[in-house]
Protein backbone atom coordinates (compact mmCIF):
# COMPACT_ATOMS: atom_id res chain seq x y z
CA UNK A 1 0.00 0.00 0.00
CA UNK A 2 1.09 3.40 -0.82
CA UNK A 3 1.66 5.76 1.60
CA UNK A 4 -0.05 9.36 2.21
CA UNK A 5 -0.12 10.63 5.34
CA UNK A 6 -2.08 13.97 5.91
CA UNK A 7 -2.93 15.22 8.94
CA UNK A 8 -6.12 16.84 9.26
CA UNK A 9 -6.23 18.48 12.47
CA UNK A 10 -3.20 20.46 12.06
CA UNK A 11 -3.65 24.05 12.98
CA UNK A 12 -1.18 26.17 10.84
CA UNK A 13 -2.85 24.37 7.78
CA UNK A 14 -4.48 26.78 5.29
CA UNK A 15 -7.87 27.34 4.40
CA UNK A 16 -10.17 24.43 4.81
CA UNK A 17 -7.67 21.68 4.64
CA UNK A 18 -7.87 22.23 8.66
CA UNK A 19 -10.85 20.75 10.33
CA UNK A 20 -10.82 23.37 13.10
CA UNK A 21 -11.15 25.95 10.32
CA UNK A 22 -14.26 23.79 8.64
CA UNK A 23 -15.43 23.46 12.06
CA UNK A 24 -15.31 27.46 12.39
CA UNK A 25 -16.90 28.31 9.06
CA UNK A 26 -19.95 26.11 9.74
CA UNK A 27 -23.02 28.16 10.14
CA UNK A 28 -24.06 29.88 12.93
CA UNK A 29 -27.81 28.04 14.42
CA UNK A 30 -31.11 29.37 13.15
CA UNK A 31 -34.20 30.36 15.13
CA UNK A 32 -37.22 28.86 13.34
CA UNK A 33 -38.11 31.73 11.49
CA UNK A 34 -35.02 32.88 10.61
CA UNK A 35 -34.22 29.39 8.62
CA UNK A 36 -37.97 29.69 6.90
CA UNK A 37 -36.79 33.56 6.00
CA UNK A 38 -34.02 32.15 4.79
CA UNK A 39 -35.11 28.96 3.06
CA UNK A 40 -37.83 31.55 1.59
CA UNK A 41 -35.19 33.91 0.00
CA UNK A 42 -33.33 30.51 -1.44
CA UNK A 43 -36.18 29.44 -2.62
CA UNK A 44 -36.99 32.33 -4.66
CA UNK A 45 -33.86 33.27 -5.78
CA UNK A 46 -33.39 29.85 -7.50
CA UNK A 47 -36.36 30.70 -9.48
CA UNK A 48 -35.34 33.84 -10.64
CA UNK A 49 -31.67 32.87 -11.25
CA UNK A 50 -33.34 29.40 -13.15
CA UNK A 51 -31.00 27.62 -11.11
CA UNK A 52 -31.31 24.40 -9.35
CA UNK A 53 -30.51 22.70 -5.95
CA UNK A 54 -28.41 19.86 -6.32
CA UNK A 55 -27.68 18.27 -2.49
CA UNK A 56 -25.82 15.68 -1.03
CA UNK A 57 -27.70 13.55 2.04
CA UNK A 58 -25.30 15.22 4.32
CA UNK A 59 -25.57 18.19 4.17
CA UNK A 60 -28.55 20.00 6.49
CA UNK A 61 -32.12 19.34 6.76
CA UNK A 62 -32.78 23.14 5.65
CA UNK A 63 -31.09 22.72 2.47
CA UNK A 64 -32.56 19.03 1.73
CA UNK A 65 -36.10 20.23 1.92
CA UNK A 66 -35.43 23.31 -0.67
CA UNK A 67 -33.64 20.99 -3.05
CA UNK A 68 -36.95 18.73 -3.04
CA UNK A 69 -39.10 21.87 -2.94
CA UNK A 70 -37.44 23.76 -5.90
CA UNK A 71 -37.26 20.93 -8.11
CA UNK A 72 -34.00 19.84 -7.23
CA UNK A 73 -32.24 16.36 -5.74
CA UNK A 74 -30.94 14.76 -2.69
CA UNK A 75 -28.89 12.18 -3.84
CA UNK A 76 -25.10 10.47 -3.64
CA UNK A 77 -22.64 11.02 -5.34
CA UNK A 78 -23.16 9.22 -8.46
CA UNK A 79 -26.81 10.61 -8.90
CA UNK A 80 -25.86 14.02 -8.26
CA UNK A 81 -23.59 13.85 -11.14
CA UNK A 82 -26.33 12.22 -13.07
CA UNK A 83 -28.63 14.48 -12.16
CA UNK A 84 -26.22 17.61 -12.60
CA UNK A 85 -25.29 16.65 -15.66
CA UNK A 86 -28.89 16.12 -17.31
CA UNK A 87 -31.04 19.09 -15.93
CA UNK A 88 -31.96 21.82 -18.75
CA UNK A 89 -30.82 24.75 -15.87
CA UNK A 90 -27.76 26.47 -16.78
CA UNK A 91 -27.06 27.30 -13.17
CA UNK A 92 -26.35 24.63 -10.38
CA UNK A 93 -25.96 24.88 -6.96
CA UNK A 94 -24.08 21.64 -5.75
CA UNK A 95 -24.53 21.54 -1.78
CA UNK A 96 -21.81 19.05 -0.74
CA UNK A 97 -18.08 19.23 -1.15
CA UNK A 98 -15.52 20.39 -3.37
CA UNK A 99 -15.02 17.50 -5.74
CA UNK A 100 -19.31 17.50 -6.32
CA UNK A 101 -18.74 20.51 -7.73
CA UNK A 102 -15.92 19.93 -9.70
CA UNK A 103 -17.66 16.42 -11.25
CA UNK A 104 -20.59 18.33 -12.05
CA UNK A 105 -18.58 21.39 -14.22
CA UNK A 106 -16.40 18.98 -15.80
CA UNK A 107 -19.78 17.17 -16.96
CA UNK A 108 -21.16 20.03 -18.07
CA UNK A 109 -18.45 22.68 -18.87
CA UNK A 110 -20.86 25.47 -20.31
CA UNK A 111 -22.94 25.55 -16.95
CA UNK A 112 -22.25 27.67 -14.21
CA UNK A 113 -21.73 25.95 -11.24
CA UNK A 114 -21.72 27.43 -7.91
CA UNK A 115 -21.04 25.82 -4.00
CA UNK A 116 -22.43 27.57 -0.84
CA UNK A 117 -18.82 27.26 0.66
CA UNK A 118 -15.69 26.69 -1.82
CA UNK A 119 -13.42 25.24 0.83
CA UNK A 120 -15.66 22.91 1.51
CA UNK A 121 -13.23 20.08 0.88
CA UNK A 122 -12.66 16.22 1.55
CA UNK A 123 -10.12 14.09 3.48
CA UNK A 124 -9.55 11.79 0.85
CA UNK A 125 -9.15 14.45 -1.83
CA UNK A 126 -6.57 16.06 0.75
CA UNK A 127 -4.69 13.09 0.43
CA UNK A 128 -4.29 12.57 -2.54
CA UNK A 129 -2.41 15.16 -4.35
CA UNK A 130 -1.87 15.24 -8.21
CA UNK A 131 1.88 14.94 -8.17
CA UNK A 132 1.61 12.36 -5.68
CA UNK A 133 -0.79 10.17 -7.65
CA UNK A 134 0.98 10.51 -11.11
CA UNK A 135 4.52 9.30 -9.35
CA UNK A 136 1.73 6.51 -8.03
CA UNK A 137 0.65 5.93 -11.88
CA UNK A 138 4.19 6.22 -13.53
CA UNK A 139 5.42 3.62 -11.36
CA UNK A 140 3.20 0.91 -12.49
CA UNK A 141 1.89 1.78 -16.12
CA UNK A 142 0.90 -2.19 -16.13
CA UNK A 143 -2.49 -1.29 -14.24
CA UNK A 144 -5.85 0.12 -14.95
CA UNK A 145 -6.24 3.17 -12.83
CA UNK A 146 -9.47 3.51 -10.98
CA UNK A 147 -9.86 6.35 -9.06
CA UNK A 148 -13.07 6.73 -6.17
CA UNK A 149 -15.07 9.78 -7.08
CA UNK A 150 -13.49 11.68 -3.48
CA UNK A 151 -10.11 13.23 -5.84
CA UNK A 152 -9.27 16.31 -7.33
CA UNK A 153 -10.13 17.44 -11.39
CA UNK A 154 -5.98 16.31 -11.85
CA UNK A 155 -6.05 13.09 -10.18
CA UNK A 156 -9.17 12.06 -12.53
CA UNK A 157 -7.29 13.47 -15.40
CA UNK A 158 -4.67 11.08 -14.81
CA UNK A 159 -7.75 7.51 -14.30
CA UNK A 160 -8.96 5.08 -16.72
CA UNK A 161 -11.91 5.09 -14.26
CA UNK A 162 -13.84 6.95 -11.66
CA UNK A 163 -15.87 5.12 -9.70
CA UNK A 164 -18.27 5.71 -6.85
CA UNK A 165 -19.33 3.18 -3.99
CA UNK A 166 -22.37 2.43 -5.63
CA UNK A 167 -20.44 0.73 -8.82
CA UNK A 168 -17.31 0.53 -7.55
CA UNK A 169 -17.53 -3.45 -6.84
CA UNK A 170 -18.91 -4.27 -10.09
CA UNK A 171 -17.08 -1.97 -12.14
CA UNK A 172 -13.47 -3.62 -10.53
CA UNK A 173 -15.28 -6.93 -11.46
CA UNK A 174 -15.70 -5.74 -15.22
CA UNK A 175 -12.09 -5.34 -15.00
CA UNK A 176 -10.98 -8.24 -13.31
CA UNK A 177 -13.40 -10.09 -15.64
CA UNK A 178 -10.91 -8.61 -18.88
CA UNK A 179 -7.90 -9.48 -17.32
CA UNK A 180 -6.18 -6.59 -15.56
CA UNK A 181 -5.00 -5.32 -12.98
CA UNK A 182 -5.94 -2.03 -11.00
CA UNK A 183 -3.98 0.55 -9.21
CA UNK A 184 -6.83 2.40 -6.70
CA UNK A 185 -6.77 5.60 -4.85
CA UNK A 186 -7.16 7.12 -2.34
CA UNK A 187 -9.50 5.36 0.30
CA UNK A 188 -8.14 2.22 1.31
CA UNK A 189 -10.86 0.89 3.37
CA UNK A 190 -13.24 0.92 0.41
CA UNK A 191 -9.94 -0.34 -1.86
CA UNK A 192 -9.58 -3.08 0.18
CA UNK A 193 -13.31 -4.42 0.54
CA UNK A 194 -13.71 -4.25 -2.98
CA UNK A 195 -10.39 -6.04 -3.03
CA UNK A 196 -11.44 -9.09 -0.87
CA UNK A 197 -14.94 -9.29 -2.57
CA UNK A 198 -13.68 -9.45 -5.66
CA UNK A 199 -10.20 -10.97 -5.59
CA UNK A 200 -8.64 -8.50 -7.90
CA UNK A 201 -5.28 -7.77 -8.33
CA UNK A 202 -5.17 -4.45 -6.56
CA UNK A 203 -2.31 -1.99 -5.77
CA UNK A 204 -4.25 0.79 -2.92
CA UNK A 205 -3.60 3.95 -2.08
CA UNK A 206 -3.53 4.83 1.62
CA UNK A 207 -6.14 7.25 2.43
CA UNK A 208 -9.11 7.55 4.50
CA UNK A 209 -12.42 9.53 5.38
CA UNK A 210 -12.05 10.83 8.50
CA UNK A 211 -15.51 10.42 9.27
CA UNK A 212 -16.15 6.73 8.16
CA UNK A 213 -12.28 5.66 9.63
CA UNK A 214 -14.08 6.97 13.27
CA UNK A 215 -16.77 4.08 13.11
CA UNK A 216 -15.68 1.57 16.01
CA UNK A 217 -16.11 -2.67 15.55
CA UNK A 218 -16.02 -3.45 19.28
CA UNK A 219 -18.84 -0.68 20.74
CA UNK A 220 -20.93 -1.72 16.98
CA UNK A 221 -20.91 -5.35 18.62
CA UNK A 222 -22.22 -4.02 21.93
CA UNK A 223 -24.87 -1.77 20.17
CA UNK A 224 -26.01 -4.98 18.13
CA UNK A 225 -26.02 -6.99 21.39
CA UNK A 226 -28.52 -4.36 22.82
CA UNK A 227 -30.34 -4.54 19.38
CA UNK A 228 -30.70 -8.01 18.27
CA UNK A 229 -33.02 -7.52 15.75
CA UNK A 230 -32.10 -4.22 13.70
CA UNK A 231 -30.26 -4.31 10.41
CA UNK A 232 -26.61 -3.29 10.33
CA UNK A 233 -26.43 -0.72 7.44
CA UNK A 234 -22.45 0.11 6.81
CA UNK A 235 -20.54 2.81 4.37
CA UNK A 236 -17.96 0.89 2.52
CA UNK A 237 -15.51 3.71 3.90
CA UNK A 238 -15.93 2.41 6.85
CA UNK A 239 -12.70 -0.03 8.61
CA UNK A 240 -13.00 -3.72 7.88
CA UNK A 241 -14.18 -4.82 11.54
CA UNK A 242 -16.89 -2.30 10.95
CA UNK A 243 -17.51 -3.87 7.63
CA UNK A 244 -17.54 -7.28 8.66
CA UNK A 245 -20.30 -6.43 11.19
CA UNK A 246 -22.71 -5.32 8.06
CA UNK A 247 -25.75 -6.56 6.99
CA UNK A 248 -25.47 -4.16 4.21
CA UNK A 249 -22.50 -2.55 2.90
CA UNK A 250 -23.34 0.32 0.32
CA UNK A 251 -24.12 4.07 -0.56
CA UNK A 252 -25.33 6.71 0.90
CA UNK A 253 -28.39 5.87 -1.83
CA UNK A 254 -27.70 1.90 -1.21
CA UNK A 255 -28.18 2.41 2.42
CA UNK A 256 -31.06 4.89 2.59
CA UNK A 257 -32.73 1.90 -0.51
CA UNK A 258 -32.09 -1.15 2.59
CA UNK A 259 -33.67 1.21 5.35
CA UNK A 260 -37.13 1.86 2.77
CA UNK A 261 -37.24 -1.53 1.56
CA UNK A 262 -36.30 -3.44 4.75
CA UNK A 263 -38.98 -5.32 6.95
CA UNK A 264 -36.48 -4.66 10.02
CA UNK A 265 -38.41 -2.09 11.94
CA UNK A 266 -34.14 -0.89 13.30
CA UNK A 267 -31.54 0.06 12.03
CA UNK A 268 -27.91 0.92 12.83
CA UNK A 269 -26.39 3.14 10.16
CA UNK A 270 -22.92 3.69 9.94
CA UNK A 271 -22.41 6.69 7.80
CA UNK A 272 -22.35 10.79 8.11
CA UNK A 273 -25.87 11.49 10.69
CA UNK A 274 -27.26 13.93 8.50
CA UNK A 275 -28.53 11.01 6.27
CA UNK A 276 -30.98 10.57 9.33
CA UNK A 277 -33.06 13.69 7.69
CA UNK A 278 -34.11 11.90 4.11
CA UNK A 279 -34.29 8.30 6.32
CA UNK A 280 -36.63 9.47 8.71
CA UNK A 281 -38.58 11.12 5.91
CA UNK A 282 -38.91 7.88 3.66
CA UNK A 283 -39.41 5.36 5.85
CA UNK A 284 -40.87 7.55 8.98
CA UNK A 285 -42.43 4.18 11.19
CA UNK A 286 -38.24 2.97 10.75
CA UNK A 287 -35.87 3.13 14.29
CA UNK A 288 -32.70 5.02 13.22
CA UNK A 289 -29.93 4.50 15.42
CA UNK A 290 -26.02 6.04 15.19
CA UNK A 291 -23.24 3.36 14.84
CA UNK A 292 -20.55 4.55 17.42
CA UNK A 293 -17.55 5.89 17.00
CA UNK A 294 -14.56 6.91 18.49
CA UNK A 295 -15.94 9.87 20.48
CA UNK A 296 -14.16 13.39 21.08
CA UNK A 297 -10.79 11.89 20.60
CA UNK A 298 -11.15 11.44 17.09
CA UNK A 299 -10.48 13.90 14.08
CA UNK A 300 -13.60 15.15 13.56
CA UNK A 301 -14.52 15.30 16.96
CA UNK A 302 -16.67 12.17 15.80
CA UNK A 303 -19.60 12.91 16.04
CA UNK A 304 -20.07 10.85 12.54
CA UNK A 305 -20.64 14.23 10.84
CA UNK A 306 -18.69 15.71 8.26
CA UNK A 307 -16.99 18.63 9.19
CA UNK A 308 -16.95 20.08 5.48
CA UNK A 309 -20.69 18.85 4.26
CA UNK A 310 -21.57 21.08 7.30
CA UNK A 311 -20.27 24.23 6.10
CA UNK A 312 -23.11 24.50 3.68
CA UNK A 313 -25.61 26.57 4.68
CA UNK A 314 -29.09 28.59 3.05
CA UNK A 315 -26.69 31.71 3.60
CA UNK A 316 -24.21 30.35 1.43
CA UNK A 317 -26.66 29.45 -1.61
CA UNK A 318 -28.36 33.12 -1.51
CA UNK A 319 -24.54 34.03 -1.61
CA UNK A 320 -24.22 31.98 -4.70
CA UNK A 321 -27.45 33.40 -6.69
CA UNK A 322 -27.38 37.11 -4.91
CA UNK A 323 -24.01 37.74 -5.34
CA UNK A 324 -22.09 35.17 -8.00
CA UNK A 325 -20.05 33.72 -5.10
CA UNK A 326 -18.48 30.31 -4.94
CA UNK A 327 -18.03 29.70 -8.58
CA UNK A 328 -16.30 26.48 -9.57
CA UNK A 329 -13.35 26.55 -12.67
CA UNK A 330 -11.76 23.67 -13.70
CA UNK A 331 -9.07 23.82 -15.89
CA UNK A 332 -10.60 23.17 -19.71
CA UNK A 333 -7.11 21.15 -20.17
CA UNK A 334 -7.63 19.23 -17.37
CA UNK A 335 -11.23 18.85 -17.61
CA UNK A 336 -10.71 17.59 -20.75
CA UNK A 337 -9.06 14.35 -20.16
CA UNK A 338 -11.17 14.02 -16.47
CA UNK A 339 -14.34 13.80 -18.16
CA UNK A 340 -13.07 10.39 -20.22
CA UNK A 341 -12.82 8.56 -17.01
CA UNK A 342 -16.46 9.74 -15.48
CA UNK A 343 -18.42 9.02 -18.41
CA UNK A 344 -16.87 5.61 -18.78
CA UNK A 345 -18.80 5.30 -15.45
CA UNK A 346 -21.71 6.86 -16.46
CA UNK A 347 -21.55 4.23 -19.54
CA UNK A 348 -21.27 1.38 -17.66
CA UNK A 349 -23.93 2.70 -14.97
CA UNK A 350 -26.76 2.86 -18.37
CA UNK A 351 -25.44 -0.09 -19.52
CA UNK A 352 -25.51 -1.82 -16.46
CA UNK A 353 -28.39 -1.10 -14.34
CA UNK A 354 -27.88 -3.82 -11.85
CA UNK A 355 -24.42 -2.71 -10.68
CA UNK A 356 -26.13 -0.02 -8.52
CA UNK A 357 -27.86 -2.89 -6.31
CA UNK A 358 -27.36 -2.89 -2.25
CA UNK A 359 -24.74 -5.47 -1.58
CA UNK A 360 -26.00 -7.96 0.90
CA UNK A 361 -23.62 -9.43 3.30
CA UNK A 362 -24.31 -13.21 4.89
CA UNK A 363 -27.75 -13.99 6.46
CA UNK A 364 -30.05 -11.49 4.71
CA UNK A 365 -32.83 -10.35 8.37
CA UNK A 366 -35.74 -8.52 6.16
CA UNK A 367 -34.12 -7.10 2.91
CA UNK A 368 -37.10 -6.45 0.68
CA UNK A 369 -36.17 -6.31 -3.05
CA UNK A 370 -32.90 -4.90 -2.56
P1 LIG B 1 -21.79 8.39 -1.65
O1 LIG B 1 -21.36 8.30 -3.07
O2 LIG B 1 -22.14 7.08 -1.06
O3 LIG B 1 -22.85 9.41 -1.49
O4 LIG B 1 -20.53 8.85 -0.80
C1 LIG B 1 -19.96 10.11 -0.90
C2 LIG B 1 -19.16 10.43 0.29
O5 LIG B 1 -18.45 11.38 0.34
C3 LIG B 1 -19.28 9.50 1.41
O6 LIG B 1 -18.55 9.94 2.47
FE1 LIG C 1 -14.99 13.13 2.31
FE2 LIG C 1 -15.62 11.62 4.36
FE3 LIG C 1 -16.63 14.06 4.18
FE4 LIG C 1 -17.45 12.10 2.50
S1 LIG C 1 -17.75 12.19 4.72
S2 LIG C 1 -16.93 14.20 1.96
S3 LIG C 1 -15.54 10.97 2.24
S4 LIG C 1 -14.47 13.54 4.46
Same mark, same amino acid.
Given at each position: MTEAVYDYTRQDATGATCTAHAWAKVPPPLTRPQREELKAKAAALLKAKNAVLVAHYYVEDDLQDLALETGGCVADSLEMARFGRDHASQTLIVAGVRFMGESAKILSPDKRVLMPDLDATCSLDLGCSPDDFAAFCDAHPDRQVVVYANTSAAVKARADWMVTSSCALAIVQHLKDQGQKVLWAPDKHLGRYIQENIGADMLLWNGTCIVHDEFRATELELLKAEYPNAMVLVHPESPKAVVNLADVVGSTSQMLKAVVDG %? %???YIVATDNQIMHRMRQLAPGKTLIEAPTAGNSATCKSCAHCPWMAMNGLQGVIDCLGRGQGEIFVDPAVARDAVRCIDRMLDFVAKNPSALAPRVQGMVRGIGAA
Open positions: %A %AKE
